[in-house]
């Protein structure tokens, strides 16, 4: 059943969480992470784990739960569905931030690069990549499709920019803005979707909840 079609619930008791996957080789050294398709490591495994036993907490029955197609998120997803005992759906449009040339590079490297960053960030494109602003594009158009007005809880596991970008654009908020939130792998993000917009209504760092 779509999203779209569940029943027995208004719309002003809709629940969104945001699920950053757990860490991967690729966090590790500080290198940018984006299209690379590293698997989780045992600490990631655990972080995953440790948000799936929050989301039982958390969660009610009749919850949709969509991942990102990179192997980090999906493996995620994989834990928190077997733990939830529901269905995991791909959903590429989630997939992280395009890195382009940039990918596996480091910021202590690029000191020019990270100062256009800095100084701009919702207005940076990667060379050859993305920018937050496709980013939040994307994921909106996505979930506008598949989703609609959500009628209960959906779960989305996915990245850092794609969390943030979607988070800036379901509460309307400025993609810089928005940039001054971390969410550590495993943190999650819950939104509450009623007829005004979505609200902030929790925040759950991460590292071992």
Do not use: C
């Not at 493996?75 to 791909?90: C, K, Q, T, W, Y």
């Not at 480091?106 to 602003?133: I, N, S, T, V």
């Not at 979930?143 to 596991?157: A, K, S």
């Amino acid at each position: 059943m779509n999203p779209r079609e569940a029943r027995g619930r208004s719309p002003d008791e809709a629940r969104i969480f945001l699920v950053r996957h757990g860490r991967s080789e690729g966090n590790r050294g500080g290198a940018l992470l984006g299209r690379g398709d590293p698997p989780l490591t045992p600490a990631g495994e655990a972080e995953a784990d440790a948000a799936a036993a929050l989301l039982t907490r958390r969660i009610r029955p009749g919850v949709h739960l969509y991942t990102s197609p990179l192997i980090r998120a999906r493996e995620s997803a994989r834990r928190i569905g077997a733990r939830l005992g529901v269905p995991v759906r791909l959903a590429p449009p989630l997939i992280e931030l395009d890195m382009g040339r940039l990918e596996g590079a480091r910021w202590a490297d690029l000191p020019k690069e990270r100062a256009r960053w800095e100084a701009a960030p919702e207005r940076y494109r990667f060379p050859d990549g993305e920018g937050l602003d496709d980013v939040a594009r994307r994921t909106e158009a996505w979930f506008v499709e598949e989703i609609g007005t959500p009628q209960g809880d959906v779960i989305l596991v996915a990245h850092l920019f794609v969390i943030l970008a979607l988070t800036a654009r379901r509460l309307r908020l400025p993609l810089d803005e928005i940039l001054r939130l971390y969410l550590a792998p495993g943190g999650v993000i819950e939104l509450h979707s009623g007829p005004k917009g979505d609200l902030l209504h929790g925040l759950y760092p991460g590292g071992l909840l």
